[in-house]
């Protein structure tokens, strides 16, 4: 989708404080949006008394293009030039000590460039408002959002063009009905009619679910099965891969990855992650070496004074299965997640022998869950949980450290438990291996209900390895 932007100038206590306000504009009308249109003001710089601040445009990029005019220069004209009021002074309520109304002021509509417009369904690029956002947090000042479910542009004062997302519109070519139109079959390109709020006509979605999944990544949440993003940017472990770039020799090194995508992108989409993409260069493998080893080495101390803390008693690291992209090159998911995994490195077995040497268990997740499900469900995430936990079973095995394990998600039916037993006692296993302990998640009113119950009963008998009979739970 499409955004615009625009600014507030809040007055508190006699001081003059400048307030952000970001108008989103996706290309869908809506009369809550009407306020974004406002005229360009002139001037570069929003003062009082020795307090001032510059602005500029934001790109994707973050970079500045140029200073944009937010005051009238004309109220600094201090010239020979007097304007004398005829007409009669009317007096003026007195509004002091009345109750306080925050004033907003919004941004010109231009203030980010069109580099981050959406071509293509759920992909977004929202690195300029982070930007802008980052500067707005630096300066201490407030944040308005105001998005706006149609086209910009065209109105008295709008300096910019925001239209439809491209792959509406060319939806919009063959079916020309996903538009309000008129009795004369006139359509009103500006806007997605109402009509097909529920009707799946844009790439299998409803309208509604287009513009959630547009708000949501606004948002900056993640979705299922969206890769992450690196969690590394604050200055502490900037400054960490900046020494370990120097120690490298390469300085110019010391810097995240700027290709990585976000929250809720796909490896193929992103060249960073896709198949031949930088996560295999030199420095990606420098950065992904560097991140993953913060990791562990943040395990390695906590692990350390958990031993002090609970000597003598049994303790277990729990690892997250990140179990989406599994099936591809890159690993994306995990690489995100601290887990330098990729399809020609284990990612789990430096983390086991760090384990080992705390003689701290593993306990891992998803053990209940089936590829072929997750197949049926997503598709396109290239899951694969078996494949993972028996990755992560045999690292902890091959460190001869214990192992425990509890189900991701909730769990009521005999075919989730015997998976979850297949994966505690692994068949034809030379050595006997099986699970230390299994924490089932989670206690719940479902649980206690009678037929589940009886699963859960049956389940925990096998788990014990006592005997039980076809007719149980039936």
């Known amino acids: 989708m499409a955004f615009n932007a625009s600014v507030a100038l809040s007055l508190t206590n006699s001081k003059l404080f400048l307030v952000s306000s970001i108008g989103v504009c996706s290309g869908f009308r809506s009369s809550v949006a009407c306020n974004l249109r406002c005229r360009r003001l002139k001037g570069d710089v929003v003062s009082s008394g020795s307090w001032s601040r510059s602005f500029g445009m934001v790109t994707a990029k973050g970079q500045k293009i140029e200073d944009h005019p937010l005051l009238n220069d004309s109220m600094d004209n201090t010239g020979d030039e007097q304007v004398r009021d005829v007409h009669p002074k009317v007096p003026e309520r007195d509004f002091t000590g009345t109750a306080y109304v925050p004033v907003y002021v919004m941004l010109p509509l231009g203030v980010i460039d069109m580099n981050f417009e959406a071509h293509a369904p759920q992909v977004y690029k929202w690195s300029g408002y982070r930007r802008l956002f980052q500067m707005v ?77 547009y708000m949501r990544s606004f948002r900056h949440g993640w979705k299922y099965p969206g ?87 049994c ?117 006997g291996r099986h699970l230390s302990v299994f924490t089932y998640l989670r206690l719940s009113p479902v649980l206690m209900e009678r037929h589940n119950f009886q699963e859960f009963e049956r389940f925990v008998k096998r788990m014990h390895g006592e005997a039980v009979s076809d007719s149980d739970a039936i």
Not at 173 to 201: A, H, M, S
Not at 284 to 290: E, I, K, V
Request: charged fraction near 25%; proline fraction near 4%; include cysteine.
């Open 137 to 213: 947090r630096d300066l201490k000042l407030k944040l308005q959002v105001v998005m706006s479910m149609h086209e910009c542009g065209g109105n008295i004062g709008d300096d910019v063009h925001i239209p439809l997302p491209h792959w509406v519109t060319e939806i919009g070519e063959t079916n020309p009905d996903i538009y309000f139109t008129d009795r004369e079959g006139r359509c009103n390109t500006e806007c997605l009619t109402w009509g097909i709020d529920k009707e799946r006509v844009l790439k299998r979605r409803t309208a509604v679910e287009v513009y959630f999944d």
């Open 315 to 431: 303790i277990s690291a729990k690892l997250s299965g990140i179990h989406w992209w599994y099936k591809t090159a890159s690993h994306a998911a995990e690489l995100t997640a601290g887990f330098y995994n990729s399809s020609n490195r284990d990612g789990y077995a430096p983390i086991a022998a760090m384990l080992r040497k705390h003689g701290v268990a593993l306990n891992f997740t998803c053990f209940e869950m089936r590829t072929l499900d997750q197949y049926e469900g997503f598709p396109e995430a290239l899951a694969d949980p078996e494949g993972l936990v028996w990755q992560v079973l045999n690292a902890a095995w091959d460190a001869c450290i214990p192992l425990a394990s509890e189900n991701a998600l909730p769990c009521y039916d005999r075919e989730g438990y015997s998976k979850i037993l297949e994966n505690a006692k692994p068949l034809h296993n030379p050595d």
């Open 227 to 313: 890769i992450g993003e690196f969690q590394c940017y604050d200055k502490y472990l900037m400054k960490s891969l900046s020494k370990a770039a120097e120690l490298r020799g390469h300085s110019f090194w010391g810097r995240g990855p700027e290709n990585a995508g976000s929250y809720n992108s796909a490896p193929h989409e992103i060249r960073f992650f896709r198949d031949g993409g930088d996560y295999d260069s030199y420095y990606g493998r420098f950065f992904l070496n560097w991140y993953s080893q913060v990791l562990i080495d943040h395990g390695d101390r906590v692990l350390a004074l958990a031993n002090l803390a609970f000597e003598g008693t």
